[in-house]
């Protein structure tokens, strides 16, 4: 049998033992907390993509609350974090699935060759600028494979590989590519991001991607929390109103935290918001209060990872499912 074929038996056959069980306990439960309780983690976004970025999130990890990052593999400042995380191999540092390259004086192109994944390059043979162009100029096919590079070539620099996501939603927000994505989760047996519940209801095709996933095996937290900033609210102001209003269970927040340095400045119009992300999770005493306040267990990718592979192996059922 094929690479492929023995995966998909495998896939088939977990899924049919778990239909079988009985019904699984919350993800809580298996990690080990009560069902009621808080646990969160808070992930640093685009680690590599510059040298301000892995200033802001190093520090963030060492005397912050962030408790993981995701790398962006093709940046030009990979290297650098590819060696703290090979030297620091108890934190937790996922790939930043990168198939976009949205900054007009910064750039990178594709990990696997621009002849590998033609579709992936814009005229000027870096990745596109966002999501909508790459969906129409690529296939899943080629998506997968520069994923599978990223992956490949973070496992080869060192990285013990805890988790993954996908930069600007490029492999989460398409149904053929979100196949894909939860293809190799099950492959390289790493947890994911997934979505806000809110949006897996609004969108039913990603939601029951997402549900099959789950009973494939594949775990990720219950919810994850973005996008509700209102307008002109400060960065602080929302980031303190979103951790007052967590609900019980699993949830991701993530951030972009990056040093405002002349780099960073020449980089991105939100350098300014970035350094208050950074500033904020890093040295402000009222976080660190209202997480205390509000009983929030602070966990890590690395708990989700060990637990997906203790799943999988033993063919024990999932979680419960609190997707819509």
């Not at 949205?102 to 390059?121: D, F, I, M, S, T």
Request: with cysteine.
């Amino acid at each position: 049998m094929t690479r492929k074929a023995i995966l998909l038996a495998a896939v088939l056959v977990m899924t049919a033992v778990f239909a079988a069980t009985a019904t699984a306990a919350t993800l809580n439960e298996l990690l080990g907390y009560k069902p009621d309780q808080k646990l969160l983690i808070i992930n640093a976004d685009d680690a590599g993509m510059c040298h301000s970025a892995n200033m802001a999130v190093i520090d963030a990890m060492e005397n912050g609350v962030v408790t993981g990052a995701t790398i962006m593999v093709p940046c030009p400042w990979f290297p650098e974090i590819a060696q703290y995380a090979r030297e620091h191999s108890d934190r937790d540092f996922g790939v930043h699935l990168t198939h976009t390259s949205e900054w007009g004086k910064y750039r990178w192109g594709p990990v696997a060759g621009k002849a590998a994944v033609p579709g992936l390059v814009d005229t000027q043979g870096y990745l596109w600028e966002d999501d909508e162009p790459m969906w129409a100029h690529a296939t899943p096919d080629e998506a997968e494979k520069e994923a599978r590079a990223q992956l490949d070539r973070a496992l080869a620099f060192g990285i013990d590989v805890t988790h993954f996501d996908s930069h600007m939603g490029a492999m989460q927000l398409n149904p053929a590519y979100l196949e894909r994505y939860i293809k190799l989760a099950a492959e390289y047996d790493l947890p994911l991001r997934a979505g806000p519940r809110a949006m897996m209801a609004s969108m039913p095709d990603l939601g029951t991607l997402l549900k099959r996933a789950r009973e494939a095996g594949v775990v990720f937290p219950d919810d994850l929390s973005y996008g509700r900033r209102k307008e002109n609210e400060p960065v602080d102001v929302y980031w303190k109103r979103v951790l007052r209003s967590l609900e019980p269970g699993v949830t991701e927040l993530y951030i972009h935290p990056n040093v405002a340095t002349p780099e960073s400045k020449a980089i991105t119009g939100t350098w300014d918001e970035r350094d208050a992300e950074y500033r904020l999770f890093t040295t402000d005493p009222e976080m660190r209060q209202i997480i205390k306040d509000q009983g929030i267990v602070l966990i890590h990718y690395r708990q989700l990872r060990d637990l997906q592979r203790s799943l999988r192996k033993t063919g024990a059922p999932p979680p419960d499912l609190r997707l819509p």
